[in-house]
């Protein structure tokens, strides 16, 4: 049987996270493939996440989602390989009844976020690569193919949200690759 989807979503960061979240409770039916184990599980650094964003799709997100703690001071560095310069800023109005600023660990944050998508109505499924971009005989994304057996999964929109290491992108041609430079020796 084929299975028909309103979007296909790649990729299960925060921007994944974010359209599959915005396009299921509109109420479209969605897919979501994530290459890890779990949304996150590739990710092992925290990061500053800036609120008014998130608020706008989720509005009651501070009551169950794993912040950290919110941020009154911020501090900017700008280096190259012999010198650096940076800035220091901090203020009381950080301090305000929904701040803006939080620190968050990204694996906690992004399985937290998948599970609004998943009671948003999308279907995540993990442990999914999402190999080539399938396209009809005028060229028109239609879908994507999988590493999974029978891996065709149709859909009338495909979002790459794959992140800085993803290939699907590139490979199909939508952007360049970046180039990582050899360190001399």
Not at 14 to 32: C, I
Not at 122 to 129: H, Y
Request: aromatic share 8%.
């Amino acid at each position: 049987m084929i299975e028909q989807f309103d979007a296909i979503v790649v990729g299960a960061g925060m921007s994944g996270n974010a359209a599959a979240y915005t396009l299921a409770s509109q109420g479209l039916k969605v897919l979501q493939l994530e290459r890890g184990e779990y949304p996150g599980s590739k990710n092992v650094q925290g990061a500053i996440m800036y609120a008014n964003m998130l608020e706008k799709i989720i509005p009651d997100f501070r009551d169950d989602a794993p912040l950290e703690r919110h941020l009154v001071e911020q501090r900017l560095w700008v280096l190259d390989d012999t010198s650096h310069t940076g800035i220091h800023y901090r203020s009381d109005d950080f301090n305000e009844a929904k701040p803006n600023r939080y620190t968050i660990i990204r694996a906690q944050f992004d399985k937290w976020f998948s599970r609004k998508v998943r009671e948003a109505g999308a279907t995540v499924l993990c442990e999914t690569t999402a190999t080539e971009l399938v396209r009809d005989g005028n060229g028109k994304v239609i879908g994507v193919r999988t590493d999974r057996a029978g891996g065709v999964v149709f859909a009338n929109v495909v979002v790459l949200a794959e992140g800085v290491s993803g290939l699907l992108g590139t490979r199909a041609g939508l952007r360049e690759c970046q180039a990582i430079p050899t360190p001399l020796l």
